[in-house]
């Protein structure tokens, strides 16, 4: 059995709670460099963007099988001048349409979107084992049901991590995007800014909208987005940027969410947009799924 299927045995349902999340012990273990690391990664790595062009790039992440969250994230997108996009992964599991976000997904990649693989997107490439939760289990099951083979190897093919630029694309984190660990504070978010050489890292995985910088001083901090209003990415800093979660929403805000990084401008925008999340819950039902993932698109829990 291979190292990444053992290391997918742990995935189950996120337990019922507020936070499903859970920090790991290894994110804080070997390997930790403080202020001086920081600051020789700073002096060699420097804050050029060769090559980048002034655009607005749409940053969707944790799709989730949601059709009704994605369509109306990427309508308003569009409304927002959305001229690119970087789809951060996680496009299955929970909803009832996976088919339809691959395909969509698959297109503007035909196009020149960005796409990485997220932590469901494996396990359904992967199939389900014995030591995951029977819920879980069932999930994946149903999900590959729906799937055909060339959408199964979309998300076979995916890259962990995606670079352009001085701009890198990823799941979970930077410095072990296989192991799917949670950037839950800013001391893992320095972590994970200090694993590249990008000024700029886009991360999904949280299900939460956070934005972490860090200077050369060797310390991080965290801004608190407030939806629609842009924020300015100052030069002297790294940043990494947590759209949060378009199709499944976990900060007790039922409204779908995404982020737009203007480019031109260094500018990063956060947005929560209302969707018909109780068709979404419907479709859920009906497709035989576990009843609480319906109950948490309602609540955003």
């Known amino acids: 059995m291979s190292l990444r299927r053992n290391r997918l045995r742990r995935l189950s349902l996120p337990p019922r709670g507020p936070s499903p999340h859970r920090a790991s012990a290894r994110a804080l273990a070997s390997g930790?460099?403080?202020?001086?690391?920081?600051?020789?990664?700073?002096r060699f790595s420097g804050f050029g963007r060769p090559g980048a062009t002034d655009v607005k790039t749409a940053l969707v992440t944790d799709l989730h099988a949601n059709r009704e969250a994605v369509e109306t994230v990427m309508a308003h997108a569009r409304e927002q001048g959305a001229q690119a996009w970087a789809f951060l992964g996680d496009f299955v599991g929970y909803g009832a349409d996976?088919?339809?976000?691959i395909d969509m997904v698959r297109e503007h990649v035909a196009q020149g979107a960005v796409a990485v693989?997220?932590?469901?997107?494996?396990?359904?490439?992967?199939?389900?084992?014995?030591?995951?939760?029977?819920?879980a289990r069932a999930v994946i099951e149903w999900t590959r049901a729906q799937l055909d083979e060339s959408q199964l190897e979309f998300l076979r093919t995916l890259p962990m991590s995606r670079r352009r630029d001085d701009h890198l694309y990823v799941h979970a984190n930077a410095y072990a995007p296989d192991q799917w660990e949670y950037l839950l504070n800013a001391n893992l978010a320095l972590r994970s800014m200090l694993a590249t050489e990008c000024r700029y890292t886009f991360c999904g995985?949280?299900?939460?909208?956070?934005?972490?910088?860090?200077?050369e001083t060797g310390r991080a901090g965290e801004y608190l987005p407030r939806p629609g209003a842009p924020i300015m990415l100052r030069n002297d800093r790294r940043w990494l940027v947590i759209p949060g979660s378009a199709g499944q929403p976990r900060d007790g805000n039922p409204a779908a969410a995404y982020a737009l990084f203007d480019d031109a401008e260094n500018s990063i925008t956060y947005h929560r947009i209302a969707y018909d999340h109780a068709q979404a819950a419907d479709k859920i039902r009906a497709a035989g799924l576990p009843l609480r993932l319906a109950a948490r698109l309602l609540t955003g829990h």
Do not use: C, K, S, Y
Not at 98 to 101: E, I, K, S, T
Not at 117 to 135: F, K, S, Y
Not at 205 to 215: C, K, P, S, T, V
């Open 98 to 101: 996976p088919a339809w976000v």
């Open 205 to 215: 995985h949280l299900h939460e909208q956070r934005l972490f910088h860090a200077g």
């Open 32 to 42: 930790w460099r403080g202020p001086a690391g920081l600051q020789a990664r700073w």
């Open 117 to 135: 693989q997220g932590n469901h997107d494996l396990a359904t490439v992967l199939g389900t084992n014995p030591m995951m939760r029977i819920e």
